[in-house]
C-alpha cells in the first residue's frame, strides 16, 4: 500500500484509509472487494473470511480449484458470502439487453454472437506480466483454471 495515496483518495472521498490488518479488524465494515494482483486473491480473500468478512473479489477468484474450493469451504463454514468478478456478464448493460430479451421486447431471438475488439492488456495495464501466468486473468477468463 502506497500510505500518502491512499490517504489522499480518502480524503477527497471522505472515506478511511485503511491497513489491510485495520481493514480486517474494522467492526464496521462487513465486506472486503479484493482488487489485488491475482496471485494475492487467496491469501487476501483468506485472510478477509476468517476475520468475518463477506468477500468480493477481482477475477480471477484464484489460481487454483483447490484454492477456491477452500475459499467456499471456510465461507460456508462462516456462513460467510464470497464471490467474484468480472461484472462483464453482470454489468448494467447485460443485465438491460437480459432483461430485454426475458421482458419480450428484443422480440424473438433466433441466435446471436459477440465480439471482444481490442489491443489487449499490454496497451492499457502498467504491468500486464501477470495476466499470462498460469491461473492468472486474461487465462482463467477463457478456460478453465488448470
Not at 492499457?124 to 482463467?140: I, K, T, V
Request: aromatic share 6%; glycine share 12%.
Amino acid at each position: 500500500m502506497n500510505p500518502a495515496a491512499a490517504e489522499a483518495r480518502a480524503a477527497q472521498f471522505g472515506v478511511r484509509a485503511l491497513s489491510v490488518e485495520d481493514l480486517l479488524a474494522a467492526p464496521d465494515v462487513d465486506v472486503v472487494v479484493n482488487l489485488t494482483v491475482p496471485a494475492a486473491h487467496y491469501e487476501v480473500s483468506r485472510r478477509a473470511l476468517e476475520a468475518g468478512k463477506h468477500v468480493y473479489s477481482e477475477k480471477p477468484l484464484v489460481l487454483s480449484l483447490e484454492e477456491g474450493e477452500r475459499l467456499r469451504d471456510l465461507a460456508a463454514a462462516k456462513g460467510l458470502r464470497v464471490g467474484s468478478a468480472p461484472d462483464t456478464f453482470l454489468g448494467g448493460s447485460h443485465q438491460a439487453a437480459r432483461a430485454a430479451i426475458d421482458e419480450g421486447r428484443a422480440g424473438r431471438i433466433l441466435g446471436g454472437t459477440a465480439h471482444v475488439m481490442g489491443h489487449g492488456m499490454e496497451g492499457w495495464h502498467p504491468n500486464p506480466d501477470f495476466f499470462f501466468a498460469p491461473g492468472g486473468g486474461r487465462c482463467s477468463t477463457w478456460g478453465p483454471i488448470t
